[in-house]
C-alpha cells in the first residue's frame, strides 16, 4: 500500500470475516512504540485509523480499489 491508495478494511476472525470500516485512503505510514502502522482516512467520517502493519494477513485483511 501507498498515500492515496483506496481501500476497505476488513477484520478476520476464526469464525467469520467482517468489514472493519466503510473505506478510507492511506494517508502515510507511522511509527509508535517500535511498530508499523499504515495511517488511513476513514472515508465519511474524517476519522484516523491506524492499522498494525504486522496483522495484515493475520487480523485485518486490506483490498485495494
Known amino acids: 500500500m501507498k498515500p492515496g491508495d483506496l481501500i476497505r ?3 478476520t476472525s476464526e469464525s467469520r470475516r467482517d468489514e472493519l470500516r466503510n473505506g478510507g ?3 502515510g505510514k507511522s511509527n509508535e512504540f ?5 495511517d488511513v482516512l476513514e472515508l465519511g467520517t474524517g476519522r484516523m485509523i491506524y492499522v498494525p502493519v504486522n ?3 493475520e487480523k485485518y485483511e486490506i483490498e485495494v480499489v
Open 9 to 11: 478494511i476488513y477484520i
Open 25 to 27: 485512503v492511506v494517508v
Open 34 to 38: 517500535g511498530s508499523d502502522f499504515y
Open 55 to 57: 496483522q495484515i494477513g
